[in-house]
């Protein structure tokens, strides 16, 4: 038996794998750091969110699954397959993303997919977008320019009376080699990815302080080819509908695996969480919300001017 924590979130994982260490090792690759945020092991798994039992095969697939609506009671899971392994056996970890997505909220936090954190050291500024819409392009030229970058691609936030705060998220960044000539780009990496996409492990780069408030939302719209930038506000049942989308987006499975991801309930505790986050970023962010479009480097530009980040 492991037990793994991301915040003090606990799941039990029974592998019948012979090293069991190996799901450990797979799990802090840069690969699977990519999508899931940081993964500790713990000696002591309580309180205990979720229980899988991981039996060895090829592949992977989830065989059956209980969920435990109240954060008293805890999720579980039977699996078959191999351990997550970069272009070989990659649906394990978007599982775990799965898991950990709902055992979070029950505990009071969310699990934003699509989603980047900036800050200036003090306070952050929440970047959304769908696919390919300049979120890492915009992260790498936030760090050329000297900001922190608290999340790259999965970020958890947790909602209180003065706002959206962020807690941690993934911190591994992949971007496209162009933009060191178009934007002037001056991040060093140390990987790339099959496809020649290079690959900076930010937690070598810094550990910035955390929890910081959101105090700027920003859902964005930048290509390569696009000139300027403009900003148009969100407001009312649209923030409500955008945040809607980021926020259950990996537990209604909308990031896919092989042979399909689950179709996780939105009720108890978890719904309750979801309530208070839409809630929040209804109350707290009316007068700064914004769809930004344009030139990634622009669109920077705009955002810290307009969020007022310094550095």
């Not at 969480?273 to 769809?291: G, P, Q, R």
Request: glycine share 8%.
């Amino acid at each position: 038996m492991i037990c793994l924590s991301i915040l003090g979130t606990s799941i039990k994982v029974l592998v019948d794998h012979s090293d069991q260490d190996n799901l450990l090792r797979s799990l802090v690759s840069t690969f699977s750091r990519r999508y899931l945020p940081r993964v500790q092991r713990v000696e002591y798994c309580e309180p205990v969110e979720a229980c899988i039992k991981w039996i060895s095969g090829e592949g992977f697939i989830v065989e059956s699954v209980y969920y435990g609506d109240e954060s008293s009671i805890p999720d579980y899971y039977t699996v078959r397959g191999g351990l997550p392994e970069a272009y070989v056996n990659e649906s394990p970890v978007f599982f775990l993303l799965q898991v950990y997505a709902r055992s979070l909220a029950k505990r009071g936090y969310v699990l934003l997919t699509d989603s980047v954190t900036i800050s200036d050291g003090e306070k952050a500024i929440l970047l959304l977008g769908y696919p390919h819409t300049g979120k890492s392009t915009i992260s790498a030229i936030a760090l050329t320019h000297g900001y922190s970058v608290l999340s790259t691609e999965n970020t958890i936030v947790k909602p209180t009376d003065n706002g959206i705060v962020v807690h941690g998220g993934t911190r591994v960044l992949v971007f496209d080699p162009r933009i060191r000539e178009l934007y002037g780009v001056k991040v060093e990496s140390l990987e790339k990815t099959k496809h020649g996409y290079e690959i900076v492990d930010l937690e070598r780069r810094d550990h910035p302080k955390l929890p910081q408030r959101v105090i700027g939302v920003y859902l964005i719209y930048t290509s390569f080819a696009a000139t300027g930038s403009s900003l148009s506000p969100i407001k009312g049942r649209k923030i409500a509908k955008t945040i809607w989308y980021f926020a259950t987006g990996l537990l209604k499975g909308i990031d896919y695996y092989e042979p399909s991801p689950l179709d996780i309930p939105i009720k108890g505790s978890v719904a309750e969480t979801l309530t208070k986050l839409i809630n929040t970023f209804v109350e707290n962010y009316s007068v700064s919300f914004y769809e930004a479009f344009g030139s990634p480097l622009e669109v920077f530009k705009t955002i810290v001017e307009k969020s007022n980040l310094s550095i």
